[in-house]
């Protein structure tokens, strides 16, 4: 049965990752040896792959961006932002309810954005895609960004949060007198020009271009005031910092005006850094809080250097894979263990279990045993395995049981890579022979079958990490976790020939459009 075979396949792999020595002790340079030393997805199993599209590795080298506009403005605020990254990402900027075409809507509370929010990233079905949120919607992108990793939102493919001026989670630091004033405006309507030029001005460090003063005027003007009231008396002062540990793991880029007020970089230090602990903070000299129309040069560098150093440089998940993994027939609980896998690993980790210079090691020996740019389908894209199974090592996380001849894990790493240190500074023959000699000598504190022991767990270890990434697993073509349990009953599978897929498998039909490219049916009871 197909499915079978392809756990049976998937099983096989990491078998070959871990076993070790059956053949006895290898000699430096053996061909047959060193693929055992490394497992290699392309090279492993060459039966046929189930699916081309399915098994071949993307990148989302062009993301989406969804971008979230401030009190007042609506989604042109974006337009010139647009502009200077149509080259890197697609932009679609979002009016807000009670904002710019959205303008009459008629609950304009901070849930009902965030659900509008949640509402159109699902529609468009974007695979791969940044938060962007300016002042106000800088706390919607928050609540987006939580909602999405938890699980419960039905999105799945958020890469990172950029937030210009933005509003947090905790209630918004402003004067009283300054709340007070700004609801005055709209005590009597909408605002007037009088007082959109006052907040206008109240909010940049310096002229606007004409074209771009006369958009944010005419988008003050045509504002909703209830929406604005609902902003100020209730939605800034609202407290959900009860979902900022959601975000402890995402990427993030906070942009600051040097002349900004409340918000600027003291500001973000005090609220959202605290949110976003992988946040870096971008401090821009003179601008003010409309940092969209005021620095879009500067703010569209900055987002470009974001995605490509931190945010974008994991592998990512093919489209029709992703709206499985978007679909009722994935478990809340399972998207978001895959959205949380799907984060591109900090380029800043710093080692909780391990020494740097251990983590360095294992970086290396990741590199031999599972390497992730070599063979035909290599995919764009790397996974810090060795970042991952320190997180691991930390968190006293592992496969529930460990050879009664080694000292507890982390310290069984501790000594295995301080006796390999330096493997880092061969080339990767040498390498391939250190690792091959494993389990042949002493290695060490470790005697030779010591050796042989752990190397298996690390082995074990790193493949694991890997085939957790959701990447990894529409690489290989395996879709087993979808199997329905919240909104659906449990489904199974109904297709059981081999080469035979259910008609909502990745590979079966035409992303965003639920429909089979290629018809297929079954008759069978499923299991």
């Not at 080298?61 to 403005?73: D, N």
């Not at 060795?386 to 310290?411: F, H, K, T």
């Amino acid at each position: 049965m197909q499915r079978a075979y392809q756990r049976s396949r998937m099983s096989a792999w990491c078998c070959t990752a871990v076993a070790w020595h059956e053949r006895g002790p290898a000699a430096s340079g053996n061909a047959g040896s060193r693929a055992v030393v490394a497992w290699r997805p392309d090279a492993a199993a060459r039966a046929p792959p189930r699916c081309d599209r399915t098994c071949m590795p993307t990148t989302a080298s062009r993301p989406t961006i969804f971008a979230l506009h401030g009190l007042g403005l609506s989604g042109r605020l974006f337009d010139p932002l647009a502009r200077e990254l149509a080259d890197t990402a697609e932009v679609v900027a979002i009016d807000l309810p009670g904002y710019g075409d959205a303008r009459d809507a008629g609950d304009t509370s901070l849930d009902a954005m965030t659900s509008a929010v949640i509402r159109t990233i699902r529609e468009h079905g974007a695979s791969r895609w940044l938060l962007v949120g300016h002042s106000m919607g800088g706390k919607v992108a928050s609540l987006v960004a939580a909602r999405t990793l938890s699980g419960r939102s039905g999105l799945f493919g958020l890469a990172g949060v950029v937030l210009l001026a933005g509003s947090p989670l905790s209630p918004e630091p402003m004067p009283e007198e300054k709340r007070s004033e700004m609801l005055g405006w709209v005590a009597d309507g909408p605002l007037d020009a009088e007082h959109a030029r006052t907040f206008l001005e109240q909010n940049i460090g310096g002229a606007l271009p004409a074209a771009e003063d006369r958009q944010a005027l005419a988008d003050l003007l045509r504002s909703s005031p209830a929406a604005w009231r609902d902003w100020l008396e209730t939605g800034s002062r609202e407290d959900r910092t009860d979902v900022a540990d959601l975000l402890s793991a995402l990427p993030a880029l906070l942009i600051a005006g040097g002349e900004d007020g409340d918000l600027g970089a003291d500001g973000q230090r005090a609220t959202n850094a605290r949110s976003y602990p992988r946040a870096r903070l971008l401090e821009l000299p003179g601008a003010g809080h409309l940092l969209p129309i005021e620095r879009p040069v500067e703010v569209a560098a900055a987002i470009r250097a974001f995605w490509t150093d931190e945010a974008g440089t994991g592998p990512a998940v093919p489209a029709d894979v992703a709206e499985t993994i978007r679909s009722s027939r994935t478990t809340s609980r399972i998207r978001a263990l895959f959205a949380e896998r799907l984060l591109a690993d900090d380029p800043a980790y710093a080692p909780k279990a391990l020494t740097p210079a251990q983590l360095t090691t294992l970086r290396a020996v990741a590199d031999r045993v599972v390497p992730q740019d070599s063979g035909d389908s290599a995919a764009p894209g790397r996974i810090d395995l060795a970042a991952r199974v320190d997180a691991q090592l930390a968190a006293g996380r592992g496969d529930g049981w460990r050879n009664a001849d080694l000292p507890s894990d982390p310290e069984a790493y501790r000594l295995g890579l301080d006796a390999l240190a330096g493997v880092d500074d061969l080339s990767p023959e040498e390498q391939d022979a250190r690792l091959e000699a494993l389990g042949t000598e002493p290695l060490g504190a470790f005697s030779a079958e010591q050796a042989k022991a752990w190397f298996e767990d690390c082995r074990n270890d790193l493949v694991r990490q890997w085939l957790a990434h959701p990447a990894s697993l529409a690489r290989i073509g395996f879709d087993g976790y979808a199997t329905g349990g919240d909104v659906l009953p449990l489904l199974g599978f109904t297709a059981l020939g081999a080469d035979a897929h259910d008609t909502w498998e990745p590979g079966t039909r035409e992303p965003g459009t639920g429909e089979p490219s290629t018809p297929q049916t079954s008759t069978r009871n499923p299991r």
